[in-house]
């Protein structure tokens, strides 16, 4: 195995925005699901995409971390170019950490071993190392204890928080989080909660896409409501919820708040 080529340069200073989207658009087939989406997101900030059903918002995640190729404008993370054909793409997924509805653990593995996995089999890291990170993160998730434990042990909000775990065990500088509470039974979603609202606290550069309106309000620093492949209105959250513009802003927070 090759060992890990070091990181590139890409110009990028922390002074300028982590994520910039300029100009994204993707069609699947005949239908246009991005039409022309700009955003960027500062190191250390936590936004939330929210929006309807269908409207673009997994897309546009996915298309960040190179799972969904786009067909024009760029995508730069840390000032690499998403979309450039030489792209390492193992390098910029363990930049950009990804945590989605379906947590897909490992169901014969432990919680630690699921945690432990990557860095040690794709990263070939020391394994003392990751296992003393490994447990470290299972504290962090508020698993501590639940090391040895098999999936289907947890609960949906506990394999959640083995999933966030998992993702930050790579030293992601930002984590995506697609509704990943949205298939939660509502006692566990607090918890999984407290976990993404801990790391933004900390300074864990996010990007949420949520349907947890009260979440979003406390923990994002901006916001942005996507419709039909486009950012219709964005703004910091006690502007954007107490006093939306666009109507249909106002019908989907009527909606649903
Ligand atoms: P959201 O996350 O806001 O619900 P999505 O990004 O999942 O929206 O989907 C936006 C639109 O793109 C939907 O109409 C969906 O059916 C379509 N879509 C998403 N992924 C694919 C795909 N891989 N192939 C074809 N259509 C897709
Ligand atoms: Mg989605």
Redesign the pocket.
């Known amino acids: 195995m090759a060992a890990l080529s070091p990181p590139e340069d890409f110009g990028w200073t922390p002074d300028q925005p982590l994520i910039r989207l300029v100009d994204v658009r993707k069609s699947?087939?005949a239908?246009e699901?991005?039409k022309g989406v700009s955003l960027d997101v500062a190191k250390g900030e936590a936004i939330c995409i929210i929006?309807?059903?269908?409207?673009?918002?997994?897309?546009?995640i996915?298309c960040i971390n190179a799972l969904?190729p786009i067909d024009s404008g760029t995508i730069r993370v840390e000032g690499q170019e998403v979309n450039d054909p030489d792209l390492d793409k193992l390098a910029l997924r363990r930049k950009v950490g990804m945590v989605f509805q379906q947590y897909n653990l490992f169901p014969h593995r432990t919680a630690l071993d699921n945690i432990m996995m990557a860095p040690l089999h794709v990263l070939k890291q020391d394994r003392r190392e990751v296992e003393a990170r490994a447990r470290a993160l299972m504290a962090k998730v508020r698993l501590a204890g639940k090391e040895k434990a098999y999936p289907g042990e947890l609960s949906g909000g506990q394999q959640q928080r083995v999933a966030i775990a998992r993702a930050l065990a790579m030293r992601p500088d930002v984590m995506l989080f697609?509704?990943v509470t949205a298939a939660l039974d509502p006692e566990t979603v607090k918890e999984v909660l407290l976990t993404i609202r801990e790391l933004a606290e900390e300074g864990m550069t996010c990007i949420l896409?949520t349907h947890e309106m009260g979440f979003a309000r406390e923990v994002a620093d901006h916001i942005y409501f996507?419709d039909a492949?486009v950012i219709v209105e964005h703004g910091p959250p006690a502007s954007f919820f107490d006093d939306p513009r666009d109507p249909r802003t106002q019908a989907f927070l009527g909606q649903i708040l």
């Open positions: 699947f087939g239908i699901v991005l929006g309807p059903s269908g409207s673009g918002k997994s897309t546009l996915r969904v697609d509704e896409v996507t492949g």
